[in-house]
């Protein structure tokens, strides 16, 4: 008879009671030096004891499948036996033999180091191993894209080793690029054992802690669900939305009410997981921060399209951060874009197109109510050294360009343009002529698309990322 035990992550209380069983009736037991060291204490002094070197697991299979023949073989394996361990090996190796086989489940260290985190894998989860001794290398990183792609915590085991650190590497760059940064991580080094280090943190700061993972290391990467409550990770199952914890009644008006908060930010974050994609293989160069402004304008449209679209010029994102930094007036066309900016940054934000003197200037200069607005801004003084953000109407684009180009290199000029007006009529042109004033960095979305909502996301993104 052949027992195939798992002994758990390591200390003897997680030992199954079967499992200890097997260990104390064997007659023989076969094992690598570490987990036979771990289990010591249950064996008696007159069972045969094996030991095998890691990387001789075929070798040994056979030898514990030919020995069960005739003998009680306990053949060990860490955590549990049928999760990467010895189950399936010597289930193969005995088919053709008539040795009897049983396989006796452990603690995996999943759940071992999932209990020591909290409960970051209490709903749908999936495993991945690193290590591509035996599987390669493309076929891991295809399972890495979809299970980052998905909305659920994922377990790596095998995450390092001495000569293995290159994947837990492109492992943190795939999930950087599918998942929220601030995604919870939990990280469980010798669960169970002695010299147990236990860590949560972020997907973006994962790097910083490299040095202390290892092969005796778990890596939980937790999903949108996943919270840090009072230092434990715990992956929400969705209770909260339909009980009321206090009373330990449902309650039907709070299961809409958070449940759609909760809806909507899971939607949030599949939207932001399809961007995030079809940003990540957009041939185009662009710079980390064009690609976070190009991402929301994709994002505000649900069309990647816009990506062939928008143009950058002169580093026009980092000009914007600066002038959000600085509190730059923001002077928009339409007072539909001046809602849509953040509200953080909103009372900086000045709008003309209603102001009395505006209908004046309009009616005496033959000009549209947006072009005096604009007008009228810069007699106030605002548009030097601004942002300018023009949604939706050609003729203020016009304007603006009159402006700079009518005062000179010494003259007024706004530190960033953003255009993306929108119409069949005019508006790619007037596009056209801002990208061809010269050295004004400016957004601008090319031919008759685009609009406040595209609008909106530049600038929102600029102030986003200028409040990191
Ligand atoms: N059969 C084992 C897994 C073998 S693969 C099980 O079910 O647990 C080996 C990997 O398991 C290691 O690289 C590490 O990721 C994980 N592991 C094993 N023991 C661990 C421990 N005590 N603490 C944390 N992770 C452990």
């Not at 005739?70 to 399936?88: E, F, N, R």
């Not at 599918?178 to 147990?196: L, P």
């Not at 601008?444 to 986003?464: F, K, L």
Request: hydrophobic share 40%; with cysteine.
């Amino acid at each position: 008879m052949l027992s195939i035990v798992g002994i758990g992550p390591g200390s003897l209380d997680l030992l199954t009671e079967r499992a200890r069983a097997r260990i104390s009736s064997a007659d023989v037991i076969i094992g690598n030096v570490r987990y036979i060291e771990l289990i010591k204490d249950v064996i008696p002094a007159s069972t045969e004891v094996v030991i095998g070197r890691m990387g001789t697991e075929v070798e040994r299979a056979k030898k514990a499948v030919e020995l069960g023949q005739y003998k009680d073989v306990v053949l060990v394996s860490g955590g549990d036996a049928g999760i990467y361990g010895m189950a399936g090996l010597a289930i193969e190796v005995a088919a053709d033999s008539d040795t009897k086989l049983e396989i006796v489940p452990g603690i995996t260290s999943a759940s071992a180091s999932a209990a020591l985190l909290g409960a970051p894998i209490s709903n749908d989860f999936a495993v991945v191993s690193l290590s591509d001794l035996l599987v390669p290398w493309s076929e891991i990183e295809r399972k890495l894209e979809g299970l980052a792609k998905m909305d659920i915590a994922v377990v790596v085991y095998n995450p390092k080793s001495k000569n293995r650190t290159v994947q837990l590497e492109k492992t943190h760059g795939i999930f950087m690029r599918f998942r929220e940064r601030k995604t919870m991580v939990g990280i469980v080094r010798n669960a169970e054992r002695e010299g147990c280090e236990i860590e949560i943190t972020r997907l973006e700061d994962l790097p910083a802690f490299y040095h202390r993972i290892d092969m005796s290391t778990t890596v939980i990467i937790g999903c949108s669900a996943t919270k840090n409550l009072g230092g434990r990770m715990v992956t929400r199952r969705g209770y909260e939305r339909k009980y009321d914890y206090e009373t330990g009644n449902g309650n039907a008006d709070d299961i809409a009410a958070d449940g759609y908060v909760d809806a909507g930010n899971r939607v949030w974050e599949k939207s932001r997981a399809i961007v995030r994609d079809i940003i990540s293989k957009y041939p185009g160069s662009l710079s980390e921060t064009e690609k976070r402004v190009a991402g929301r304008v994709v994002f505000a449209n649900a069309e990647p399209s816009f990506l062939d679209l928008l143009v950058f010029n002169h580093q026009p994102v980092e000009t914007g951060i600066q002038c959000i930094k600085e509190g730059k007036t923001i002077v928009t066309d339409i007072e539909m874009v001046k809602a849509g900016i953040n509200k953080k940054y909103r009372e900086k934000v000045k709008c003309f197109v209603n102001a009395p003197e505006s209908m004046e200037i309009a009616k005496r200069e033959g000009l549209t109510r947006t072009a005096a607005g604009i007008r009228l801004a810069k007699e106030k003084g605002l548009i030097q050294g601004s942002i300018v953000v023009i949604g939706n109407a050609p003729s203020a684009c016009q304007e603006i360009c009159a402006i700079a180009l009518e005062e000179g290199d010494g003259g007024v000029k706004p530190a960033l343009i953003v255009a993306t007006p929108v119409g069949f009529v005019n508006a790619a042109e007037m596009k056209a002529k801002i990208l061809s004033m010269g050295n004004i960095p400016c957004i601008v979305i090319r031919g008759p698309r685009g609009g406040t909502p595209s609008a909106v996301a530049i600038i929102n993104e600029i102030i986003d990322i200028a409040h990191q």
